[in-house]
């Protein structure tokens, strides 16, 4: 039996549940069967043979590119040899379905032509259940599910080092005055990155991060955010904002700070916290790039001129619900969370358009973008998968 | 195919059959969820063709990525992510349609007058909720999961999972509250 005994108002709980009981009654329609295995005919599978057939034909082609891929690799590590380039780990992971790398430019080409979008390259999987991901300042940050900060080699996959953090976390942020790691259940935690010596940000409780005007630190929290000054480590600036879930993005830069919610992005003033601007329907998840806000909505990706608050662009065929990491004109969703597969798209912001794209086993947690690497978190046997930006 | 060949079959020997592409095993492992399913997505949606529609596309998704199903002992759990996920799909396609709810009059009868409008209260509350707040709220009552295991259906931390079951009620209770006031009116909307 679950246990509801934690919450703080019995009598809602109990009229709750009473209710709930009466829903129990509702039976699904007998038509609902029928359609199901109406449309369950109307695409019959293949048979266990056909399947471990068509596994071994994929593994059989993934030997054959994951020889291609060595060669490549081993030509690479020459050439960091020369100019001190990072070089990648092989392959590990034959869920994914990795295509050969397009020569450079290519990809810019295929954006224009509007041709398929290319597959990323798989390079390896990093064992470990991270719960957030997040890369800056030349690092690359996981929280795995025992609260541990660690940084992971982005050459190796290794653990360089870990921090023991007080709670689950929620988001997290790297920024010039540390990482930081924001949680529903407690107060944001600031760690030097230098020493990984945590600093405790008092009233401080929220699902969503962003750096803003003069490495201000902005917290999305319940009906509202809150701004944090890290040279003193307290929060100076609550601004109400309601239909807010802890969870939904932010996004700031100089004198702006948009702040996404249930019915809506709103764009603040950085300084006093002042609505500016109100831009309708809802997005999860808000980044930037450029001269340009980007937000998730379902399964679209928009852009919108904040100059004027409109949706400029809107490209479909994102997963929803999705985790977003920008870098290099390039904007990187991830999602959804809770499905049986997850996929990465990456938007080539210029051309607007889906350019490339990956698919894995289980849900993605996160994301995060590094030098020429795309980063997932994976619920599925709890790996931190590596992809090569062609 | 003979039915009565899985009659005497576990949910895993079906789960196995239905991965290797038989359809009779996919059709009673769907008779054996579908009422438990539709009640979750009835609960989490509030409409019953939205309901119906979430269900049937979670079931039809459930045969065609079923042998990417590694464990098939994870079989009911995967099935509860695919209807989350197809709970959103049709929460936020309908997001723009809105109903209000007011309380009906009272009856005569004083203590079934209690009951029902009891009821509305909750059911006009549950309509003015998130559908965010709704899900969580019907993976945590009328599924019985646990908060790590409702984290694992949403893909979130366990502690947002707390969280969010913690503000669901909150929120709840002040809709509750508002329609529990004298001459108050459930009102709400449904995302």
């Not at chain 1, 009473?18 to 295995?37: F, G, K, N, S, T």
């Not at chain 1, 430019?105 to 997040?134: F, H, R, Y």
């Not at chain 1, 996004?251 to 700070?257: G, L, P, R, W």
């Not at chain 1, 997005?283 to 990706?301: C, K, M, V």
Request: aromatic share 4%.
């Amino acid at each position: 039996m679950t246990d509801r005994s934690s919450f703080d108002d019995p009598i809602l709980v109990r009229r709750l549940e009473d209710w709930i009981e009466d829903q129990r009654e509702v039976r699904a329609p007998a038509r609902l069967v029928d359609a199901v295995m109406a449309d369950v005919v109307a695409q019959p599978r293949e048979g266990g043979w056909a399947i471990a057939l068509r596994r071994w034909q994929g593994i059989a082609a993934y030997g054959a590119l994951t020889a291609v891929v060595a060669i490549g690799v081993t030509l690479g590590i020459l050439l960091a040899q020369t100019i001190g380039d990072e070089v990648g780990h092989p392959p590990a992971s034959p869920s994914l379905s990795p295509s050969p790398s397009p020569s450079p430019g290519s990809s810019n080409d295929l954006a224009a032509s509007g041709a398929p979008p290319v597959s990323l390259l798989a390079l390896g999987d990093v064992q470990i259940e991270a719960t957030a991901l997040a890369a800056g300042e030349g690092g690359l940050w996981v929280v795995d599910r025992a609260n541990r900060l660690v940084e992971l080699d982005q050459a190796t996959g290794d653990e360089r080092r870990s921090v023991p953090l007080p709670r689950p976390v929620a988001a997290m942020l790297v920024a010039s005055t540390g990482v930081w790691a924001a949680s529903v259940e407690g107060d944001l935690v600031r760690v030097d990155r230098a020493t990984l010596e945590l600093t405790e940000i008092a009233d401080a409780i929220g699902g969503a991060l962003a750096v803003g005007q003069d490495a201000r630190i902005w917290l999305g929290r319940e009906n509202g955010v809150a701004r944090i000054d890290p040279g003193s480590n307290a929060i100076d600036l609550v601004v109400p904002v309601a239909n807010r879930s802890p969870d939904l993005g932010l996004a700031a830069v100089d004198s702006v700070v948009w702040v996404a919610t249930r019915t809506g992005i709103v764009q603040l003033d950085a300084g006093d916290g002042a609505v500016v601007a109100r831009i309708p329907g809802d997005a999860t998840a808000l980044g930037l790039d450029g001269g340009s806000l980007w937000a998730s909505r379902g399964i679209e990706l928009l852009r919108i001129d904040p100059t004027n608050a409109t949706i400029t662009e809107i490209v479909a065929g994102i997963p929803a619900g999705s985790s977003m990491a920008i870098a290099d004109g390039r904007i990187w969703v991830a999602g959804p969370p809770g499905a049986a597969s997850g996929t990465i798209v990456g938007v080539d912001a210029a051309a607007a358009r889906i350019a490339f794209e990956a698919s894995v086993d289980g849900s993605i947690v996160d994301v995060a973008v590094l030098g020429a690497s795309v980063w997932v978190a994976r619920d599925e046997g709890g790996s931190v998968s590596r992809f090569s930006v062609p | 195919m003979n039915p009565e060949r899985f009659r005497r079959s576990d949910e895993r020997q079906l789960v196995e059959a239905a991965r290797a592409g038989e359809p009779v095993a996919f059709e009673l492992l769907v008779r054996q969820q579908v009422d438990r399913l539709y009640g979750a997505a009835w609960v989490m949606l509030r409409e019953p063709d939205l309901a119906e529609e979430a269900v049937q596309q979670t079931l039809v998704r459930a045969w065609r990525d079923l042998p990417r199903l590694r464990d098939a002992d994870r079989f009911g759990a995967w099935l509860q992510k695919l209807l989350v996920r197809a709970c959103y799909d049709e929460a936020r396609r309908r997001r723009r349609w809105s109903a209000t709810i007011r309380l009906l009059p009272s009856v005569d009868d004083p203590g079934l007058e209690s009951g029902l409008a009891d009821r509305e209260v909750i059911e006009a509350g549950m309509r003015s909720l998130s559908a965010d707040h709704r899900i969580v709220l019907a993976l945590h009552f009328f599924l019985d999961l646990e908060p790590s295991e409702i984290a694992d259906r949403l893909g979130i931390p366990p502690g947002t999972a707390r969280s969010r079951i913690h503000y669901a009620l909150i929120a709840l209770r002040a809709a509750v509250e508002a329609s529990d006031r004298p001459g108050g009116t459930g009102k709400g909307s449904v995302a």
